[in-house]
């Protein structure tokens, strides 16, 4: 049955539980639609990861007509969820997808985006496998925006056409990220990583200006692979080069495996019908039981502070979150159990305002998201500390040598407060 966005969303009743499609993969039609009718409804839970582009769910005065209920913060949510008028599930990312399968949450109203059928009647979730095949698969009633813009994409996420209640044409561009020149801070970084990384190696990195910085250090490499929640353009290159090619991976050899991909239309081009990448469920793609049985994993993950003792917190500032506790836990674990693995967590040294990133205690209210007995290597623009095996007082030591120079007599004359 096709409808108008306006039509589809009237299935959507106070009390109701919605899934939004995550990432780039935000139904935008059937969004604003559902949000134009919030003087009808009332207590509507919005359940998601993240979403790129608008939610306007989240405006001032939305607050008795639409709660979220995310399991990761985006720049979209996170003014609303700071404010105490939405909030955030700390999840893995890995047992996100079996919050719907088991019932835990069940949702109403499933709102996703798909490409259009082919000629057997099968669509496919494009860029965004994650969480939202559970959600969809499980939801009592499915509503598609179908967009030619939607990259059909290989793996778990085909669906057939009658597996969706209603149907909204609606082809709009879809949400490409745009790239921030790379600072000295970032390229040193990533140059610190990328003597890290060995030949042969599996990469999980995110999006950003530290991942894209270690991936332009990565060209005299030989026959990397990948196995990450995400990834975004900064693999292009690598491919059309050759180094990654996945040669030496013993899960999905060959192939460029993944749960969602967020980045420019060459990207969306580059995964559109490409049977070299797996786009798959996150509670398998994130699987540290499967991660592990890649070589050499080497996973980079980004922090907002850590402690002396090697705790980090990656999902708040104090207490007030930030982003979420994502893949991040997954792949760090994973990668401790690979053959070779390589654990990373990368920060600059200071925040913006110049204050060290590296601290005697988290501050109150921080969650930790890595703990002090999964931490390995720890990178700064200032070098590398292998924090693995290491006693408190080596540690300390360690994360002194790569602190911002400014900050590390404060650091030093700060360690009698540990052991007081």
Same mark, same amino acid.
């Given at each position: 049955m096709t409808k108008t966005a306006q039509e589809s969303v009237k299935h959507i009743k106070s009390n109701d539980n919605v899934f939004i499609?995550?990432?780039a993969a935000a139904p935008s039609l059937l969004v604003q639609a559902m949000s134009d009718r919030h003087s009808e409804l009332r207590n509507v839970s919005i359940y998601q990861i993240h979403t790129e582009g608008p939610a306007p769910y989240c405006n001032e005065g939305m607050e008795d007509s639409f709660i979220v209920k995310a399991m990761f913060v985006g720049a979209n949510t996170r003014k609303s969820i700071r404010n105490g008028s939405n909030s955030y599930i700390p999840i893995f990312l890995s047992e996100a997808p079996k919050l719907f399968r088991k019932g835990v949450i069940k949702i109403d109203v499933a709102l996703i985006t798909v490409s259009p059928p082919d000629k057997h009647g099968y669509c496919s979730l494009g860029t965004s496998i994650d969480t939202s095949l559970a959600a969809m698969e499980t939801a009592k009633f499915v509503i598609a925006q179908i967009n030619d813009k939607m990259p059909r994409t290989h793996g778990d996420g085909i669906i057939h056409i009658n597996d969706i209640d209603i149907k909204v044409e609606g082809n709009i561009d879809l949400y490409?990220?745009?790239y921030a020149e790379l600072s000295e801070e970032n390229m040193a970084i990533g140059k610190n990583i990328a003597e890290l990384i060995e030949d042969g190696s599996t990469l999980q990195m995110g999006i950003g200006a530290i991942p894209n910085a270690v991936l332009s250090f990565l060209g005299n490499h030989k026959d990397l692979g990948i196995h990450s929640?995400?990834?975004?353009?900064?693999?292009?290159p690598l491919v059309e080069s050759g180094?990654?090619? =996945?040669?030496? %991976?013993n899960k999905h050899k060959g192939y460029i495996v993944s749960s969602f991909v967020v980045g420019s239309r060459k990207l969306y081009d580059f995964i559109d019908d490409n049977p070299s990448v797996h786009?798959?469920?996150?509670?398998?793609?994130?699987?540290p039981n499967v991660i592990q049985r890649n070589p050499k994993v080497v996973a980079i993950n980004s922090a907002i502070e850590i402690d002396l003792t090697g705790q980090v917190c990656a999902d708040s500032i104090g207490s007030k979150i930030y982003s979420g506790v994502g893949g991040q836990m997954d792949f760090i674990r994973g990668a401790s159990l690979s053959e070779g693995g390589k654990p990373i967590i990368a920060l600059s040294s200071?925040?913006?305002? =110049?204050?060290? %990133?590296?601290?005697?205690f988290l501050k109150q209210g921080a969650g930790v998201v890595t703990t002090r007995a999964h931490i390995h290597y720890v990178v700064t623009e200032y070098g590398v500390a292998n924090l693995y095996g290491k006693t408190i007082e080596e540690r300390i030591t360690e994360l002194i040598r790569?602190?911002?120079?400014?900050h590390r007599e404060e650091l030093e004359n700060s360690k009698k407060l540990l052991f007081s």
């Amino acid at each position: 049955m096709t409808k108008t966005a306006q039509e589809s969303v009237k299935h959507i009743k106070s009390n109701d539980n919605v899934f939004i499609h995550s990432a780039a993969a935000a139904p935008s039609l059937l969004v604003q639609a559902m949000s134009d009718r919030h003087s009808e409804l009332r207590n509507v839970s919005i359940y998601q990861i993240h979403t790129e582009g608008p939610a306007p769910y989240c405006n001032e005065g939305m607050e008795d007509s639409f709660i979220v209920k995310a399991m990761f913060v985006g720049a979209n949510t996170r003014k609303s969820i700071r404010n105490g008028s939405n909030s955030y599930i700390p999840i893995f990312l890995s047992e996100a997808p079996k919050l719907f399968r088991k019932g835990v949450i069940k949702i109403d109203v499933a709102l996703i985006t798909v490409s259009p059928p082919d000629k057997h009647g099968y669509c496919s979730l494009g860029t965004s496998i994650d969480t939202s095949l559970a959600a969809m698969e499980t939801a009592k009633f499915v509503i598609a925006q179908i967009n030619d813009k939607m990259p059909r994409t290989h793996g778990d996420g085909i669906i057939h056409i009658n597996d969706i209640d209603i149907k909204v044409e609606g082809n709009i561009d879809l949400y490409e990220v745009e790239y921030a020149e790379l600072s000295e801070e970032n390229m040193a970084i990533g140059k610190n990583i990328a003597e890290l990384i060995e030949d042969g190696s599996t990469l999980q990195m995110g999006i950003g200006a530290i991942p894209n910085a270690v991936l332009s250090f990565l060209g005299n490499h030989k026959d990397l692979g990948i196995h990450s929640e995400m990834f975004s353009d900064g693999i292009l290159p690598l491919v059309e080069s050759g180094v990654i090619n =996945g040669k030496y %991976k013993n899960k999905h050899k060959g192939y460029i495996v993944s749960s969602f991909v967020v980045g420019s239309r060459k990207l969306y081009d580059f995964i559109d019908d490409n049977p070299s990448v797996h786009m798959l469920d996150s509670d398998y793609v994130n699987s540290p039981n499967v991660i592990q049985r890649n070589p050499k994993v080497v996973a980079i993950n980004s922090a907002i502070e850590i402690d002396l003792t090697g705790q980090v917190c990656a999902d708040s500032i104090g207490s007030k979150i930030y982003s979420g506790v994502g893949g991040q836990m997954d792949f760090i674990r994973g990668a401790s159990l690979s053959e070779g693995g390589k654990p990373i967590i990368a920060l600059s040294s200071t925040t913006s305002r =110049g204050e060290s %990133k590296i601290v005697p205690f988290l501050k109150q209210g921080a969650g930790v998201v890595t703990t002090r007995a999964h931490i390995h290597y720890v990178v700064t623009e200032y070098g590398v500390a292998n924090l693995y095996g290491k006693t408190i007082e080596e540690r300390i030591t360690e994360l002194i040598r790569i602190a911002h120079p400014m900050h590390r007599e404060e650091l030093e004359n700060s360690k009698k407060l540990l052991f007081s």
